[in-house]
């Protein structure tokens, strides 16, 4: 599998604006106040070398996540604003006179993770089908809703591709688009369900809009199973500790110190902590990934386990 995350944030949309940008270039011209740079490889190594949070941005696009090199159909997981990305992608590398069939597993139907459909390109090209997965009822009625008027210009049963809704039942092993997929139901208010998917002995699961309780998390956790051996967790670490268990308590979110603890537990090869406070900037992102990995290296107890933070554009190879 190859997992490419197109969008990382949660709740809404945060782009890069004009003061955070000026000052990734105030940063970075001071860095390389008094070099030369003779070739642009030279210039790109020096770019390569500063900080993730000055050189590069973790971006602003809602969830949308794709499992890829599975089969002949691709894999998306959740319909966030970065789908129109993915859109770009294929409309560049098939464009429109080569159809396709295109999975999506839906974690849930709040605005943020299917809001980037109606700017999805593959939507609207005759020939291809979208199978939407899930299991709420209610898929079909939130996305004709995002699209009905006077909310958006074009209608949901005007699209051009052939759409289609698979309800699925949580804990039923699935076989779909070459991977064997198993949803879970997550803590979160409306209700989330979280994915495994399996292929060729590996494991990648997206577990999304859950708020794990402290307190709760032992071994005999439901959450322990599903997670078990996962060679990669996407993860929704969107709160500090301090504030998943204070101001933002029964919010639907978990926090990055849950998460190492959970992964811990269940054997986790590689942690990404994901759907991103949109309040927090690059700077932020940045310091809460060290302090996660400062904090798995103190409470490990057997296999190192890795630790990321997911960035739109991010690739991931298991």
């Not at 490889?41 to 941005?57: A, H, N, Q, S, W």
């Not at 699925?168 to 688009?177: S, T, V």
């Not at 992964?263 to 942690?271: E, I």
């Not at 690059?282 to 990321?308: C, F, H, K, N, Q």
């Amino acid at each position: 599998m190859l997992v490419r995350f197109w969008g990382t944030r949660g709740s809404l949309p945060a782009p890069l604006g004009r003061r955070a940008v000026r000052a990734k270039l105030r940063e970075a011209l001071t860095a390389a106040a008094g070099r030369s740079f003779a070739t642009p490889e030279e210039l790109d190594r020096f770019i390569d070398g500063l900080p993730f949070d000055v050189g590069g941005t973790y971006g602003g696009n809602s969830s949308c996540v794709e499992i890829a090199n599975v089969g002949d159909e691709y894999v998306l997981c959740d319909l966030g604003t970065g789908v129109r990305e993915f859109g770009v992608r294929m409309m560049q590398e098939r464009g429109p006179q080569r159809p396709a069939c295109y999975n999506v597993f839906l974690s849930h139907v709040h605005w943020d993770h299917i809001m980037g459909f109606p700017f999805w390109p593959s939507a609207y090209i005759p020939g291809n089908t979208i199978r939407i997965h899930g299991c709420h009822k209610t898929m079909r009625e939130a996305l004709e809703r995002q699209q009905s008027d006077p909310c958006f210009p074009v209608d949901f049963r005007n699209l051009g591709a052939q759409i289609e809704f698979v309800e699925l039942e949580p804990e039923r092993g699935y076989e779909i688009a070459g991977l064997t997929v198993t949803a879970m139901l997550q803590n979160h208010y409306g209700d989330s369900y979280g994915y495994r998917f399996e292929r060729d002995g590996k494991v990648m699961v997206y577990s999304t809009d859950c708020e794990h309780k402290f307190q709760t998390l032992d071994e005999s956790y439901p959450f322990v199973p599903f997670y078990r051996d996962a060679d990669l967790l996407v993860f929704d670490a969107m709160y500090s500790l301090a504030d998943s268990i204070s101001v933002r308590e029964d919010w639907g979110h978990s926090s990055n110190m849950v998460a190492v603890e959970l992964a811990q537990m269940a054997r986790v090869k590689h942690l990404v902590l994901f759907h991103h406070e949109p309040m927090y900037d690059d700077r932020t992102i940045e310091t809460v990934l060290g302090e996660t990995r400062r904090y798995e290296e103190i409470s490990r107890a057997g296999m190192p386990l890795t630790v990321s933070s997911a960035y739109d554009g991010l690739e991931i190879a298991l």
